[in-house]
């Protein structure tokens, strides 16, 4: 079973999934946790893990993608958060700065990507590369 947590991608990705027939047989569900209250209530995302690294950060996905497999009871669980744009970059986080993270049983691992698109495009090359990465894993 797979479960999804969402941030930048606002639901995008549950989204691409569920689009096909028959994704209930392996989709448990997911939750768009745009907020750090939300990251951290819903998906229990550690405080510190927020403060010491951003919202934005290798750190936070590995925690939403625990958090996803957790409360879903998934084997696997993949997440998103980024900087979507146009507003909200910094020069250490810019605008398309997004990190993908995936977590089965004994195992981790997360992507960094720096798109350049608009929102809308950054958006769907998240939940593209984040399609990508699950395959990856299945397929390894």
Same mark, same amino acid.
């Given at each position: 079973m797979l479960s999804v947590a969402e941030s930048c991608t606002g639901g995008l990705l549950g989204h691409r999934i569920?689009?096909?027939s028959g994704s209930s047989s392996y989709f448990a569900g997911g939750v768009i946790s745009y907020s750090?209250?939300?990251? &951290? %209530? *819903?998906?229990g995302v550690l405080h510190e893990t927020l403060v010491d690294h951003g919202a934005v950060s290798a750190e936070t996905a590995?925690?939403?993608a625990r958090g996803a497999r957790r409360l879903? %009871?998934?084997? *696997?669980?993949?997440? =998103?958060? $980024?900087?979507?744009? @146009?507003? $909200?970059?910094? @020069? &250490?986080? @810019? =605008?398309?700065?997004?990190?993908?993270?995936?977590? =089965?049983?004994?195992?981790?691992?997360?992507?960094?990507? *720096?798109?350049q698109g608009d929102r809308a495009?950054?958006? &769907?090359?998240?939940?593209?590369?984040?399609l990508k990465l699950i395959l990856k894993y299945l397929t390894s």
């Open positions: 569920t689009s096909v750090n209250e939300a990251k &951290e %209530r *819903i998906l590995l925690a939403m879903f %009871r998934a084997d *696997i669980a993949v997440s =998103v958060t $980024g900087v979507a744009g @146009p507003s $909200g970059g910094t @020069p &250490e986080k @810019p =605008v398309g700065l997004v990190y993908l993270g995936l977590a =089965v049983e004994g195992a981790e691992l997360y992507e960094k990507h *720096i798109w495009a950054n958006k &769907e090359q998240s939940a593209e590369a984040a």
